[in-house]
């Protein structure tokens, strides 16, 4: 019963115990050229981007980013959009959409 109580003490006293669960986003970044930045463009650019992650805390996280025609696409998991949106705004990075993934399906989707 002891260690239940110290557990509990130090999750309340962490900031655990009132954690918001994560969930998983995707951010739409209008980023003009994008398709046409070299290795080393996107190297700076994701180690500036960790580094902000890592100055958050660990309850947001990036899982990949989709470069594209104009844009990135970026997964992340975390417990609200708030966060992300302070993530682009401490990068400079453009953050146009962000939105809550509800559900995923693929082509085992279809299976029976």
Known sequence: MRTVTLILALMMT????FAE?????IIERNIPGA???????????SQ?????LESLGPEIQWQQSYVTEGKFYCVYTAPNKEIIA????????PADKIVKVSGVI???TAED
């Open 86 to 93: 302070k993530h682009a705004k401490m990068g400079g990075f």
């Open 106 to 108: 693929g082509p085992q």
């Open 21 to 25: 669960p994560a969930s998983q986003y």
């Open 14 to 17: 962490s900031g655990l115990a």
């Open 48 to 52: 500036k981007s960790r580094a902000i």
């Open 35 to 45: 398709e046409k930045m070299t290795p080393a463009e996107l190297k700076a650019i």
